[in-house]
């Protein structure tokens, strides 16, 4: 397009966690093409392939444009017709009223995809429509992949909103657990391009060390080694560092006396783990181990960070815990150059305060809680089932193919009364609603960087206008959650002149003296705020009393005196024995980017199980071999793919995978993969008491050869 025939618009992506900042030229047409915005004061020119391919998204045929309708029963696959916002909102207003009328007041559900953690306005409409209707039983995303780090921040700082992100600027060690940030650019650190701050600690001279199952693709000489682990062990080698530290006297004991309580316990829960002791079940020589703990001690400002490779394992939370510890008894843990709290331009960290000493309630499926608002997530079909549950709203989520238990789910979908799916995209979940709603996509909205908050060494706020108007009859979330209110006579954002879903977040900008208005008058509608100071993760962001660090909090007893259990039954674990991991690429995103073209390329095609040769030769399988993986949670078939960045007794898979019975969307149809999350458990015991997290690492599996 020529100058004169476009326009450009300073806005930025919202598909993960950095939020890369883009200019987004537009012509008469209201034709995008994305470029990285060179201007931004942080990201400088950063951004990824996925987010500047976003327009095949916004542009996609198969892209949901009008709401549709169910015209047949559940027992057959979908038939919709399309229908007008008035007709719909009327239709599923009678619906709703018609089904509380039938079986109570909180027989309406919800569950919310991740997608909307980044669309600031969303939330504001679903929590807005579910206080109305009086919504009991919500689920959401989180509980699949970092409801154990709101529980364990919850109990050891006082508040599940301070996540203390490393000081990239100034460590000499940086160790990384569980993640692979040139994959996934980061996750609860928001930052631009997160490999050139890893190279910049190698640089001058730090050490980075990455401790993961395989030799991840963010492992370079430029950006440090990798220690490879057994999965599901990081609790243990954990332990064994601060085992050491203590046993070394490498701790500060001064610092730990002023900022730390039931130090004691801490030191109690650690003493039966030495590097001897666990070296065999988390698969590291106990000198590594020990080698980690003096280097990590020793250095010069030390940061940890922890992601979904701990997460989802069976005991994330007291992982993250530990992960807090590592930090706290070296002294790091509000110090330059080790683990800091950036407030950005409003103290998140100020709320989010337990509600009570015990979260825990009973419930048909054992003792259970809320995190983060949420139900485990693994429990929905069981309460859809059980009868709870009669209508379910589905915002930015697709349970079917995210969550464990496929067959499972979509029985317990078909018994709805009436599931109502919000999405850009008509997914493996909308095929058995009785509305799907166009949403906008961010592109087409207003929006604010809001999910940043504590999480950015670099701060910074940024508001972006809608680049383009909705294609077709595409709304925001908000604007869906408020018609439907409309429609049932209830109060919503609809009923004011000018209604504002960011009004809230306009109130927390008054705490850094700056509004909305303000922001759209700066150039690229964007404010760089003060770096993150040492000094404020204890003077803010602590809640405990005296702003100490809870090392041992009480709730966690049961856990720890489980934790020794699972550590003996790992000790006699078969050694052959094969457990599933979940494996992250540049060419998808969860569920919902699999009907982009520039993401299948020749090695993206599908997901196979990826396999160490050893253990592939040993059981007798040649690469690309089609095989049979299972458990006593389900089975799938893959094709085998030699892999030797992975240990023995380790395979992996991607998720999101499974679009063979998904005919609207053409792309990903043809290219369906499997949903490995069949493999996975679901339902009582298949999550994490402490924080509802889901399993989903570290799966036990056998792979046979297919008959």
């Known amino acids: 397009m020529s100058a004169e025939d476009r326009r450009t618009v300073h806005t930025f992506c919202r598909i993960c966690e950095p939020t890369c900042a883009l200019i987004a030229e537009v012509d008469e047409t209201q034709t995008v093409r994305l470029l990285p915005d060179k201007s931004h004061p942080v990201h400088r020119g950063f951004a990824c392939h996925k987010g500047l391919n976003f327009t095949e998204i916004h542009h996609d045929p198969d892209r949901l444009n009008t709401p549709l309708r169910r015209r047949n029963g559940k027992d057959a696959a979908a038939d919709f017709e399309a229908t007008d916002w008035d007709s719909a909102a009327q239709a599923i207003a009678e619906r709703l009223n018609e089904v509380q009328a039938r079986w ?17 306005t969303a939330r504001v409409g679903s929590r807005a429509f579910a206080s109305a209707l009086g919504v009991r039983y919500a689920f959401g995303s989180g509980t699949q992949d970092c409801a154990n780090k709101f529980a364990a921040s919850e109990q050891v700082f006082g508040t599940a909103n301070l996540h203390p992100i490393p000081d990239f600027k100034h460590t000499r060690y940086f160790l990384s657990i569980g993640s692979n940030p040139k994959i996934s650019h980061a996750s609860f650190v928001h930052m631009t391009d997160p490999m050139a701050s890893i190279r910049e600690v190698v640089r001058r001279g730090g050490k980075v ?18 220690l490879q682990i057994k999965p599901d062990t990081d609790l243990y080698f954990l332990a064994a560092l601060i085992h050491e530290i203590f046993s070394a006297d490498l701790h500060d004991a001064d610092y730990l006396a002023a900022h730390g309580l039931r130090v004691d316990a801490l030191r109690a829960f650690v003493s039966d783990f030495s590097a001897d002791r666990v070296s065999a079940v988390v698969g590291v020589p106990a000198d590594d181990i020990r080698q980690v703990a003096r280097d990590f001690a020793s250095a010069d400002g030390a940061a940890v960070h922890a992601s979904t490779g701990i997460n989802m394992g069976r005991q994330g939370t007291l992982a993250y815990w530990l992960v807090q510890m590592l930090s706290l008894v070296t002294g790091n843990l509000g110090r330059r150059g080790g683990n800091l709290y950036s407030p950005g331009y409003f103290p998140a960290a100020t709320v989010g305060k337990p509600k009570s000493d015990n979260p825990f309630f009973d419930s048909e499926f054992g003792e259970i809680r809320r995190t983060a608002g949420s139900l485990p997530g693994n429990l929905l079909a069981d309460y859809i089932e059980a009868g709870h549950i009669k209508a379910l709203v589905v915002m930015s989520g697709n349970p079917v193919l995210s969550m464990g238990g496929e067959a499972k789910m979509r029985a317990a979908l078909k018994k709805l009364d009436l599931l109502i799916v919000i999405d850009i995209y008509a997914g493996a979940t909308a095929e058995h609603a009785d509305f799907v709603l166009p949403a906008t996509d961010w592109l087409e909205r207003e929006d604010i960087n809001a999910l940043s908050l504590g999480f950015q060494p670099e701060p910074y706020v940024q508001y972006t206008e809608a680049v383009v108007p909705p294609i077709g009859e595409r709304r925001a979330e908000w604007w869906i959650f ?6 049932l006579g209830q109060p919503s954002l609809l009923d004011h002149e000018a209604p504002d879903p960011l009004s809230k977040i306009d109130r927390q900008l008054a705490h850094s003296d700056l509004s909305i208005d303000a922001l759209k008058n700066m150039p690229g509608h964007v404010h760089r705020l003060p770096d993150p100071e040492p000094d404020l993760l204890f003077q803010l962001a602590v809640h405990h009393e005296g702003a100490r660090v809870d090392c041992c909090p009480p709730l966690f007893e049961p856990d ?19 457990k599933l991991i979940t494996l992250r690429t540049n060419y998808m995103v969860n569920s919902w980017f699999h009907n982009a073209p520039s993401l299948k390329r020749q090695h993206a095609l599908d997901n196979p199980l990826h396999m ?29 793919r030699y892999d030797d960045t992975l240990r023995q007794g380790v395979v992996a898979m991607t998720h999101g995978w499974g679009h063979g019975n998904n005919p609207r969307l053409g792309v990903a149809s043809n290219h369906p993969g499997v949903n490995v999350n069949e493999l996975l458990p679901t339902g009582p015991e298949s999550f994490e008491r402490l924080s509802s997290q889901s399993f989903m690492t570290g799966i036990p599996v056998e792979v046979a050869a297919v008959a």
């Not at 993961?212 to 430029?222: D, F, H, V």
């Not at 050893?614 to 085998?640: C, K, M, P, Y």
Request: net charge negative; no cysteine.
């Open 560 to 578: 720890l005196a489980r934790a020794r259990e699972i550590f003996e039954e790992l000790e006699n674990e078969d050694p052959n024995a094969l």
């Open 482 to 487: 408020a018609r439907i209110l409309q429609a």
């Open 104 to 120: 109570g007041a909180e027989s309406v559900g919800m569950y919310t995809g991740n997608p909307s953690a980044f669309n600031s």
């Open 209 to 226: 060390l990455h401790v993961n199952p395989r030799r991840i693709e963010s492992a370079t000489p430029a950006t440090g080694s990798v």
């Open 612 to 640: 160490n040769p050893q253990d592939a030769e040993r059981l007798g399988f040649a690469d690309q071999s089609e095989v049979l993986v299972s458990n006593r949670h389900g089975r799938i078939t893959a094709t085998v």
